[in-house]
């Protein structure tokens, strides 16, 4: 059974920086996307970031230049590199994975900007 697991998030100020992992338990089965979603309090889920298996990558247009995604296919990974973040982008966040078709969610982690 597949399951993705997540760490990483926090609280922090504006401009700072955090860094979210994600890992998926289980074996055989292929990864082709992988990426985060985020929730904000109020507001629908939305994307922040996917990658797929090729490296084509695409972010939603709030976190151009500012997040940045990667993936590690030998650890069934990816992570999120978060910079200079700002207090919209407080949300809890979910990793996403699709694999042999079907859609995998995290647990969601919870990150928090504010001064």
């Known amino acids: 059974q597949v399951q993705l697991v997540e760490s990483g998030g926090g609280s922090v100020q504006p401009g700072g920086s955090l860094s979210l992992s994600c890992i998926a338990s289980?074996?055989?089965?292929?990864?082709?996307?992988m990426g985060w979603y985020r929730r904000a309090p109020e507001k629908k889920r939305e994307l922040v970031a996917l990658?797929?298996?090729?490296?084509?990558?695409d972010y939603h247009n709030s976190v151009k230049g500012r997040f940045t995604i990667s993936r590690d296919d030998t650890k069934k990974a990816v992570y999120l590199q978060m910079d200079s973040l700002e207090p919209e982008d407080t949300a809890i966040y979910y990793c996403?994975?699709?694999?042999?078709?079907?859609?995998?969610w995290g647990q969601g982690t919870q990150v928090t900007v504010s001064s």
């Open positions: 996403y994975a699709l694999i042999n078709g079907m859609n995998f």
């Open positions: 289980g074996s055989g089965f292929s990864i082709s996307t």
């Open positions: 990658l797929l298996r090729s490296g084509t990558s």
